[in-house]
Every structure is written in structure tokens, then in C-alpha cells.
């Protein structure tokens, strides 16, 4: 009776080892559909509303939920410090802290919006930032396909990895 126990919970181990996977892509699929969000609402506030850009990163900090919602919020706290750090370096580094699921090409994207935040005229900020929540909705869609794709994949996996321990060890 204890063995069949065992082998259930080294089953259902596994199994939540696969899920655990899943919930990784999908977190990385949530989360740059937030930050395509964020930089929608923060092309708006920069473009159209003229905002100064602490005030737009609030906007999108305050729009969002998530890690997203705090990467934006703490850019905003960070641009208001009188540290004299340049805005490319504050994106940069709170990109790196956010606790982000994100693969090296999705920050490179995002990395690319540092240098010109705050530093270039109003149409020129709105026009990377539409680019960048494209680029970010087309990695979306990427990301989308390999949840789809691994997905299964991972959780059938971790239950077949399962069972096979399982059977080794009855």
C-alpha cells in the first residue's frame, strides 16, 4: 500500500513538474502582451496627452497588473530621482531586476527603447514605441504558438516521465 502511494506521488510529481513548464510559457506569453500594453498607453500619454515621461510610465504602470505594471512603475520612480543616471541606463537595469518571463530577444527589443525614451521629440518616441508593442504582439504570437506547441508536449512528458519512475521503482 505505501508503495502504491509513493509511486502516486512520484506520478503526480512529475506531472506537476510539466505544468510547472507550461505555466512558464505562459507566463512569458502574458507577460509581453502586458508590456505591449504599457507601451501603448505610454506612446498615447507621450504622444497625444504630451506627458512628461515619468508621468507616462505611471500611466502604464497604473494600467497593468503583473510584472509589467511594476517594471513601468519603478522606470517612473527611478526618472524622477535626481541621481543624474541617464534614462537609457535606468530602463536598462530595472529591465534586468523586473522579474520578467522573458527570452533574451524580447529584452533586446525592449532594451532598444532605452536610448530613445526621453531623449528625441514626441513623434519620434511615438514611432519606436508603436514599434516596439508591434515587435512585442509579434513575439506574442510567437510565444502563443510554442504554448500551444511544447505545451502538451511538457505535460505529457512529466506524466510519462512518471510513470516510468514509478514502474522502476515498484
Known amino acids: ?6 509511486a502516486a506521488l512520484v506520478v503526480a510529481g512529475c506531472g506537476a513538474l510539466g505544468l ?3 505555466a512558464r510559457l505562459d507566463g512569458r506569453v502574458r507577460d509581453l502582451g502586458e508590456l505591449a500594453a504599457g507601451l501603448d498607453t505610454l506612446r498615447r500619454e507621450l504622444g497625444w496627452r504630451l506627458s512628461p515621461l515619468p ?3 505611471d500611466a502604464a504602470g497604473r494600467a497593468l497588473h503583473g510584472p ?8 517612473a520612480r527611478r526618472a524622477r530621482a535626481p541621481d543624474g543616471q541617464a534614462f537609457q541606463e535606468v530602463w536598462r537595469s530595472e529591465l534586468d ?5 522573458l527570452k533574451p530577444e ?7 527603447l532605452g536610448p530613445v525614451l526621453g531623449r528625441y521629440d514626441g513623434d519620434s518616441q511615438r514611432l519606436a514605441l508603436e514599434e516596439g508593442a508591434a515587435g512585442l504582439r509579434a513575439l506574442q504570437g510567437e510565444a502563443a504558438d510554442e504554448r500551444n506547441r511544447l505545451g502538451r508536449v ?3 512528458l512529466g506524466v510519462t516521465a512518471g510513470l516510468f519512475a514509478a514502474i522502476v521503482l515498484l
Open 1 to 6: 500500500m505505501i508503495r502504491l502511494v509513493g
Open 106 to 112: 524580447d529584452r533586446a527589443l525592449l532594451d532598444r
Open 20 to 22: 510547472r513548464a507550461v
Open 68 to 75: 509589467a505594471a511594476e517594471f513601468f512603475a519603478r522606470c
Open 154 to 156: 511538457y505535460g505529457v
Open 55 to 57: 508621468d507616462g510610465l
Open 97 to 101: 531586476a523586473a522579474p520578467l518571463r
